[in-house]
T-cell receptor, first 112, second 116 residues
């Protein structure tokens, strides 16, 4: 069975700081990888996804993620965070044999 | 139309009530999903419908009863719920079936359910 691990449950940053949120998955076969964001009181929105091709994926709102197959990782990055990036971030994976599995989430707090 | 819509947005019900949550998509997607999300937790899969047939039931209690009247609609019927069932209920749909590769799910805004 596949699983997803997000290393940090809470991250606190000041505005303009750089962000990297870790995500590792366990499945050894072909995977699709996603990062979702959930702003306070709002629904899940897709930030970016990786299916195949260039392992560096660019998403919305200046976010990007890099798929490193050898490390089973799909870390989310943003060079300079804003207060409006305060939200819960979920990494998720699905494979050819399984439905979408979410990590436990990382709560990002950006102080102005 | 690239949206998944859900009604109602909020629902408060007593433990003896019967209510239904509705989900609709007009993207021609072949699979539809119900998830339950508690505060500060990831969504948990409840049910999957593939071609309007129930394909996955993640051991959900029978007080939750899904229904797929047609390829665009998905309902979740609620009866005799418990306070611990209070949560955000999310619907999603995907072009590809659960378990197929390159499967992106599109999520609706959810129904926030409170059981008193």
């Amino acid at each position: 069975a596949q699983s997803v691990s997000q290393h940090n449950h809470h991250v606190i940053l000041s505005e303009a700081a750089s962000l990297e949120l870790g995500c590792n998955y366990s499945y050894g076969g072909t995977v699709n990888l996603f990062w979702y964001v959930q702003y306070p009181g709002q629904h899940l929105q897709l930030l970016l996804k990786y299916f195949s091709g260039d392992p560096l994926v660019k998403g919305i709102k200046g976010f990007e993620a890099e798929f490193i197959k050898s490390k089973f990782s799909f870390n989310l990055r943003k060079p300079s965070v804003q207060w409006s990036d305060t939200a819960e971030y979920f990494c998720a994976v699905n494979s050819g044999y399984s439905t979408l599995t979410f990590g436990k989430g990382t709560m990002l707090l950006v102080s102005p | 139309d690239t949206e998944v819509t859900q009604t109602p947005k909020h629902l408060v019900m007593g433990m003896t009530n019967k209510k239904s949550l509705k989900c609709e998509q007009h993207m021609g997607h072949r699979a539809m999903y119900w998830y339950k999300q508690k505060a500060k937790k990831p969504p948990e899969l409840m049910f999957v419908y593939s071609y309007e047939k129930l394909s996955i039931n993640e051991s959900v209690p029978s007080r939750f009863s899904p229904e797929c009247p047609n390829s665009s609609l998905l309902n979740l019927h609620l009866h005799a719920l418990q306070p611990e069932d209070s949560a955000l209920y999310l619907c999603a749909s995907s072009k590809r079936l659960a378990g197929e590769g390159n499967n992106e799910q599109f999520f609706g805004p959810g129904t926030r359910l409170t059981v008193l």
